[in-house]
């Protein structure tokens, strides 16, 4: 069966880069079906290069402007729940699309109807588009294992632990909007949709760049590589510098959103749910530690021992040394 493709954009004072995000979508070898484009409230030229590029598309593109400010959340939420099309491709104002995106994506889809989200790795380029020499995977770390984890279906349990999914890269169908809609404050709209394909579906990753993605120092959600100095000084700030960075709390609220979410999707297997309860078990252990010494350590260092940190969280050696100091 043949499948209808969309783009949802949204914008915010993006005229710097603007312009060359929306001639890519037009370059691309496959086009999609129609574009929706919501604006949140701009106060540069962004509005005006949106009507003139709606104008010249020769292509259904829709745009809307917030009256007031909404956040990129809701502004994403807006732009997808506007789009009728079977796939809905998440775009962002600043970067660019290599020329074969869609054509490479829908492939997948319209092979694989059991996969329901797919992201990928992308060049990552400076404010005059120069490469850097590393790609968006190799910035963020993603690790042989955590690839494995998304080939053999086991995306949640990679996606429980840390989101590797950037949604510049990613597209998804639009079944999964019932369930994942409305996007929760908690967490970043890529990474919920990740969550709740995991949960039903299947993901794909291609390891292959499908876009080239932009670091300018103004990105919503930027893109840092951890080197070991860095890791160094944010547990040097987490003894030296109360209150902690990690807040126990935080990460026990957003672990339990994703378990009360998924106990509302009708026919969730079970294996998910335990999943899910897992993960809330073991935030809410690191957030109910003993003041004391000598109550406290013993059981981070068993917690440590049997695996628990490593499954759970990224730079897990990290987090045992925060709660090995923190109180």
């Known amino acids: 069966m043949k499948l209808t493709y969309g783009v949802a954009m949204c914008t915010y004072n993006g005229e710097s880069y603007l312009k060359a995000q929306l001639e890519s979508i037009l370059l691309q070898n496959k086009k999609p079906d129609m574009i929706v484009i919501c604006d949140d409230y ?3 030229a962004t509005w005006e290069i949106l009507e003139e590029f709606k104008a010249k598309a020769q292509l259904p593109v829709i745009i809307f402007r917030n009256d007031v400010r909404q956040g990129v959340i809701r502004n994403f939420e807006r732009a997808v729940s506007s789009l009728t099309t079977d796939v809905i491709f998440l775009c962002d104002q600043d970067d660019i699309w290599l020329p074969d995106k869609v054509a490479k994506v829908s492939s997948i889809f319209e092979s694989s109807p059991e996969i329901s989200l797919i992201f990928s790795d992308a060049i990552l380029i400076d404010e005059n588009a120069e490469h850097f020499d590393h790609s968006l995977f190799e910035r963020l770390g993603v690790t042989r294992k955590e690839k494995e984890g998304i080939l053999h279906d086991n995306a949640l349990a990679v996606l429980l632990r840390r989101n590797i999914i950037t949604g ?3 597209a998804f169908r639009r079944s999964l909007l019932p369930l994942a809609l409305p996007f929760p404050e908690t967490h970043y709209h890529d990474e919920w949709l990740g969550f709740i394909a995991a949960a039903t579906s299947r993901i794909k990753l291609i390891p292959e760049p499908t876009i080239k993605y932009r670091l300018h120092g103004k990105n919503v959600v930027g893109v840092k590589k951890m080197t070991t100095l860095d890791v160094a000084r944010e547990l040097w700030w987490d003894i030296n510098k109360p209150p902690f960075r990690y807040h126990a709390k935080d990460r026990l609220k957003y672990q339990k959103m994703i378990l009360d979410r998924m106990k509302d999707i009708p026919k969730i297997p079970d294996a998910v749910i335990r ?3 897992v993960a809330v078990d073991f935030a809410k252990f690191r957030n109910e530690l003993p003041a004391t010494s000598l109550t406290r350590y013993p059981a981070i260092l068993w917690r440590a021992a ?3 940190y ?3 969280e ?4 990290r987090h045992v040394c925060r709660d090995l100091v923190n109180r």
């Open 310 to 312: 490593r499954r759970n």
């Open 306 to 308: 049997i695996g628990q």
């Open 42 to 44: 701009s106060s540069d």
């Open 314 to 317: 990224f730079h897990w050696k």
């Open 168 to 170: 510049a890269t990613a």
């Open 275 to 277: 999943q899910c309860r």
